[in-house]
Each structure stands twice: as structure tokens, then as C-alpha cells.
């Protein structure tokens, strides 16, 4: 898969998103149906000079026709086709409302910090090999009472856009490995660069991440483009 920037929207399940939002629709009560016109006419209006670049639109489209044509015609629809656009659909959108808010943290300097010497603060060692959407989310929280606190900020580790270069080279020389591979040489503070550069690439629909159980390791692969 390829990161689509047309018109503002980076693949066709963003764009689905959007339609959804902008309809204030519900993602898990919706029929794929509602929306199938408005995301056909985006695409029919999309100017694009290398072909390729849209076939993840023309996928999804050819997705939403059939499941438009089968309600049209009263016809039996396999409701997994549905069921599993509208699983993409809530899965990209936790992805992408937690990239933002890290992200956001990231250029606001909230989430990197040192405590003052003299001060007692105690930190609680976090173990990434255990790391879930919701304990990322609890994370967040955290760091976001924290910063209230009298903390001293710094900015000596990578920048974000050097650790996505190096993961992104990484991957594509291991093409799969675990989270904890990726960070084994990071300090504390560079892990936070490391999940959030991982998410970036998952966006992107560089690799694809899968945790089997709760708190397992978490499985990184190179996407098949």
C-alpha cells in the first residue's frame, strides 16, 4: 500500500472516516451502504497522475459497489464483507486519534522531561513488550498530569522524523521482528519516539503490527506494497 495525500486524506479508510464524521454517523452502528455513494463521487473526482497510487481506492470501491449493487437488488449479502470494512474502519481510527494526540504531545514537549535533582519523583519503569492500545492510552493520562508538575524539559533524543527514517530502514532490512527489537538500544524516553514512529509507519501502511493476547510482545511486519 501506498500513503495517499489526495485531497487531504491519506487512504480510502480515512476518507471513510471523514464521510462518516462529517455525517455524525456511529462507526459500529453505520451500514456500509450509507456512505457508499458519497465515497464513490470523492473518488470519481480525484485527479491522480501515477495509476497506482489509487489502487487501495479503487479496492475499497470495488468493495462498496458490490455490497451497494446486493442492497439495490434485494439480493442475500455476505455480511462479513461489511462486518470487516466497518473493524478496518474503528481499528484505523483508534491508530490515528492516538498518533495525533502523541504526536501533539511530541511537538509540544510534554512527554519528554527529567525530573530537578533534589527532587524526589519516583517513575515507574515501563515495559513496551507489554504495551496495548489502552495501557498507551492510560500513559498518556499520566504524562498529561505530570506535566503539571515543576519538570525540567529536554530535547537531546532523536527527533521524530529520524527515528521513523531508521525504523522504516530497519524493517525493511529484518522485514518482521518485535517492538522490543526496535528499542533494545533506546533509553526510556526514546521508546515514547519509537511507538509513536511506529504508529506513523503503520498509518502510512508501511507495517503492519499484530498482538495476539494482552500483553504479549507486539509483532512487526513489513507490508506487503
Given at each position: 500500500?501506498?500513503?495517499?495525500?489526495?485531497?487531504?486524506?491519506?487512504?480510502?479508510?480515512?476518507?471513510?472516516?471523514?464521510?462518516?464524521?462529517?455525517?455524525?454517523?456511529?462507526?459500529?452502528?453505520?451500514?456500509?451502504?450509507?456512505?457508499?455513494?458519497?465515497?464513490?463521487?470523492?473518488?470519481?473526482?480525484?485527479?491522480?497522475?501515477?495509476?497506482?497510487?489509487?489502487?487501495?481506492?479503487?479496492?475499497?470501491?470495488?468493495?462498496?459497489?458490490?455490497?451497494?449493487?446486493?442492497?439495490?437488488?434485494?439480493?442475500?449479502?455476505?455480511?462479513?464483507?461489511?462486518?470487516?470494512?466497518?473493524?478496518?474502519?474503528?481499528?484505523?481510527?483508534?491508530?490515528?486519534?492516538?498518533?495525533?494526540?502523541?504526536?501533539?504531545?511530541?511537538?509540544?514537549?510534554?512527554?519528554?522531561?527529567?525530573?530537578?535533582?533534589?527532587?524526589?519523583?519516583?517513575?515507574?519503569?515501563?515495559?513496551?513488550?507489554?504495551?496495548?492500545?489502552?495501557?498507551?492510552?492510560?500513559?498518556?493520562?499520566?504524562?498529561?498530569?505530570?506535566?503539571?508538575?515543576?519538570?525540567?524539559?529536554?530535547?537531546k533524543q532523536?527527533?521524530?522524523?529520524?527515528?521513523?527514517?531508521?525504523?522504516?530502514?530497519?524493517?525493511?532490512?529484518?522485514?518482521?521482528c518485535h517492538?522490543?527489537?526496535?528499542?533494545?538500544?533506546?533509553?526510556?524516553?526514546?521508546?515514547?519516539v519509537s511507538?509513536?514512529?511506529?504508529?506513523?509507519?503503520?498509518?502510512?501502511?508501511?507495517?503492519?503490527?499484530?498482538?495476539?493476547?494482552?500483553?504479549?510482545?507486539?509483532?512487526?511486519?513489513?507490508?506487503?506494497?
Amino acid at each position: 500500500m501506498y500513503k495517499l495525500n489526495i485531497n487531504k486524506f491519506e487512504g480510502p479508510l480515512d476518507l471513510l472516516l471523514s464521510l462518516i464524521q462529517k455525517n455524525k454517523l456511529d462507526i459500529c452502528e453505520i451500514s456500509i451502504n450509507q456512505i457508499a455513494d458519497d465515497f464513490l463521487d470523492t473518488v470519481a473526482k480525484m485527479e491522480v497522475e501515477d495509476i497506482d497510487m489509487i489502487s487501495d481506492f479503487i479496492y475499497i470501491s470495488s468493495k462498496l459497489i458490490e455490497i451497494k449493487s446486493r442492497y439495490m437488488l434485494f439480493i442475500s449479502h455476505d455480511e462479513d464483507d461489511e462486518n470487516d470494512l466497518v473493524l478496518s474502519l474503528e481499528e484505523y481510527a483508534k491508530y490515528k486519534k492516538l498518533s495525533e494526540t502523541l504526536k501533539k504531545m511530541y511537538v509540544e514537549g510534554c512527554i519528554f522531561f527529567e525530573k530537578i535533582p533534589d527532587e524526589i519523583f519516583a517513575v515507574e519503569e515501563l515495559d513496551f513488550s507489554k504495551l496495548t492500545i489502552d495501557s498507551m492510552i492510560k500513559s498518556i493520562k499520566i504524562n498529561e498530569k505530570q506535566e503539571q508538575e515543576q519538570l525540567r524539559f529536554t530535547r537531546k533524543q532523536k527527533p521524530l522524523n529520524e527515528k521513523i527514517d531508521y525504523i522504516n530502514k530497519y524493517m525493511q532490512e529484518k522485514k518482521q521482528c518485535h517492538f522490543d527489537d526496535i528499542v533494545e538500544n533506546d533509553k526510556k524516553d526514546e521508546k515514547v519516539v519509537s511507538m509513536l514512529g511506529v504508529l506513523h509507519l503503520v498509518k502510512e501502511n508501511r507495517i503492519n503490527v499484530k498482538q495476539h493476547n494482552n500483553f504479549d510482545t507486539i509483532a512487526i511486519k513489513l507490508a506487503n506494497n
